[in-house]
């Protein structure tokens, strides 16, 4: 039992070290696509960027696309946190929601080009997809398995970023207003198919 009285430490000043250069890379990767719109930069760019050697970032991120998917992490952690549970819940939800993306709105309009966007968007979905399935699960217990599959999927494109940019963009009516029209037009679907409605 002779430890060095350092050898407790240093595995939590490693893991320290790991979470730090993991930050500052993603925050670099941010400020990019910030200033730039896209997802589109290179793992020089960020290495210059951080002022992490192009060695450490392949070490924390073997590849562009473990960076791109950490960025997924910065977007879920935009959106508000907990789904509604009733449908008096689903406005002021989604009016938060919406108001924090656009908070982030280079980065979200970032995760609609390319490839890399399409990925980010499908795994933030598939976890929109069980919250969305429990709240329609309760709300409308009796629909049968294929109407419940497609008013989630519907319900997920009406609350979705593509549906926030399309109303912001080419309906041109602000945040709060487009959160309400899809909010009402959900509550709608859902009380269609309730038997509680």
């Known amino acids: 039992m002779n430890e060095s009285p350092g050898a407790s430490i240093r595995p939590s000043l490693r893991t320290d070290n790991r979470r730090r250069v993991s930050e500052r890379a993603i ?74 993306l656009m908070a982030e709105e280079a980065l979200m309009r970032a995760q609609h080009l390319g490839a890399a966007g399409v990925r980010i968007r499908r795994e933030r979905t598939a976890l929109h997809r069980s919250a969305t399935a429990d709240v329609i699960g309760s709300l409308c217990p009796d629909l049968s398995a294929s109407a419940k599959d497609d008013l989630i999927d519907v319900v997920l494109l009406l609350t979705s970023s593509t549906a926030l940019f399309e109303l912001v963009d080419v309906l041109d009516v602000d945040v709060e207003r487009g959160a309400q029209l899809a909010a009402r037009t959900v509550r709608s679907l859902i009380e269609a198919n309730s038997p509680h409605h």
């Open 27 to 100: 925050a670099a990767a941010v400020e990019l696509v910030r200033e730039t719109g896209e997802l589109t930069f290179t793992m020089p760019a960020i290495a210059e960027r951080s002022g992490i050697s192009l060695r450490t970032l392949y070490r924390h991120f073997p590849s562009r696309n473990d960076l791109v998917s950490a960025l997924a992490n910065v977007a879920d952690q935009v959106e508000a946190s907990l789904p509604p549970t009733s449908l008096d819940e689903i406005e002021p939800w989604l009016i938060s929601a919406w108001t924090n």
